[in-house]
């Protein structure tokens, strides 16, 4: 049996703001990560509160979601227009789709990554109150299928990035100035003091705006670096040597510098690190972001300077340790308008009319515990139903739900 002992678990939310847009499923989102050292794999807890349909076509979306649950990887993520996910087809296919609107088509895409490794274990919808629609989902990525995406995030982002990098030396060819690191760190500092100073009191009368407002410093990443850095760089994303490798929880980039970039890097960081410690040791004010907070998880992140690069290591398990758990999940939801009611009523009565479970005893708090210990139940398809079926809708076909039995 896993014990605590031989198994480090710890969690991370990453709630997405709850978007009401007309004609498309809503839902309030969360996540739970949890890592599992023995077995080396990561397992995520995707939970979905105010389930909400707008129309009969968005419930009947809803339960061929559900239909095909036992193939959909949903992964944390912020996204405040659109729910995506990837539906599994095989191995080596998927398809990107959006969970809170129908696809007019289902673009099949190729990947090196095994898919197949990757363990779905549907959950079920439930009550959390007499009208609030939930559902819950796992999603099971052992360590080496992470390895294997980490090893395409420098293919994704390397477009991006000399497009950027290529910007900053035209700009520099056309006269524009290298800025100074002094300048950056001072910026950072009085960015940093800002950020954690405690909210305004009240107004005690309207506040006039200036006619001119002074113009928000900036400093841009690419402006401080000199130009072998940005060559380093460029040759770092192009030919693949710049990528971030995993040991169990602890994520290492190996950044390109110069050595004078390097070492400007390495007091950069180290200066914010210690603002944001001074800030942590002044009496609480209420700020909006505690300063002890993020002081703690800042000790997760290490630099070191290397004659021509910086490496940078980050250690999960120290992140998440700090971050809270439960607030967001277990606090009381807002009181739904009249409106929001009858989208969520919809949703479970095209689910009870299909015959689908919805559960009226589970709670978040244990679902939150369950994860933790690796016991939540999961509840795959006794006969899952090919990948994809029934997802597309014709925008112009009326849909009708089944009557009650």
């Given at each position: ?71 959909l990887i949903r992964l944390p993520n912020i996204d405040i227009f659109s729910k995506p996910a990837y539906l599994r087809i095989s191995g080596s296919r998927y398809a990107d789709i959006n969970l809170g609107e129908a696809p007019t088509s289902l673009e ?33 990525i052992p360590g080496a299928v992470v390895d294997q995406a980490l090893g395409r995030v420098a293919n994704a982002v390397a477009p991006d990035l000399t497009e950027e990098i290529d910007k900053e030396f035209k700009r520099r060819q056309d006269g524009g ?138 250690d999960l398990a120290v992140v998440l340790k700090h971050l809270p758990l439960l607030s967001s999940l277990v606090e009381p939801l807002a009181k739904p308008t009249p409106d929001d009611l009858t989208k969520m009523h919809a949703a479970i009565a095209a ?55």
């Amino acid at each position: 049996m896993k014990t605590w002992a031989k198994r480090l678990s710890f969690g991370i939310l990453a709630a997405s703001l709850a978007v009401w847009l007309s004609g498309c499923l809503s839902a309030s989102y969360f996540a739970m990560v949890r890592y599992d050292q023995a077995q080396d794999e990561f397992a995520v807890m995707n939970v979905y509160q105010r389930i909400a349909s707008p129309t009969p076509g968005d419930s009947q979306y809803l339960y061929q979601l559900w239909l095909n649950r036992d193939h959909l990887i949903r992964l944390p993520n912020i996204d405040i227009f659109s729910k995506p996910a990837y539906l599994r087809i095989s191995g080596s296919r998927y398809a990107d789709i959006n969970l809170g609107e129908a696809p007019t088509s289902l673009e099949p895409k190729e990947t090196v990554i095994s898919l197949e490794k990757i363990r779905v274990l549907p959950g079920t919808f439930f009550l959390r109150g007499e009208e609030t629609l939930c559902y819950y989902d796992q999603v099971v990525i052992p360590g080496a299928v992470v390895d294997q995406a980490l090893g395409r995030v420098a293919n994704a982002v390397a477009p991006d990035l000399t497009e950027e990098i290529d910007k900053e030396f035209k700009r520099r060819q056309d006269g524009g100035k290298v800025e100074t690191w002094e300048k950056a760190r001072a910026l950072m500092l009085k960015q940093i003091h800002a950020g954690f100073a405690p909210p305004p009191p009240p107004a005690t009368a309207p506040a006039t705006a200036p006619e001119n407002p002074p113009a928000e410093e900036t400093s841009s990443a690419w402006s401080i670096l000199d130009d072998e850095s940005l060559k380093l760089l460029r040759q770092g994303v192009t030919d693949g040597s710049m990528k971030i490798t995993r040991d169990k929880q602890l994520f290492t980039v190996v950044i390109p510098l110069s050595a004078a970039d390097a070492k400007q890097l390495d007091r950069f960081w180290h200066a914010g690190v210690d603002a944001v410690g001074a800030e942590a040791a002044k009496p609480a004010e209420n700020a909006t972001v505690s300063p002890v907070l993020v002081s703690k998880v800042l000790t997760a992140f290490t630099i070191a300077p290397q004659p021509h690069a910086v490496e940078m290591k980050i250690d999960l398990a120290v992140v998440l340790k700090h971050l809270p758990l439960l607030s967001s999940l277990v606090e009381p939801l807002a009181k739904p308008t009249p409106d929001d009611l009858t989208k969520m009523h919809a949703a479970i009565a095209a689910l009870t009319a299909h015959g689908v479970p919805i559960d009226d005893k589970i709670t978040v708090e244990q679902l939150a515990k369950d994860f933790m210990s690796d016991s939540l139940k999961s509840y795959p398809s006794a006969h899952p139903v090919t990948p994809g079926s029934g997802l597309v809708q014709e925008a112009s076909k009326p849909v009708e739900l089944p009557k009650p039995q």
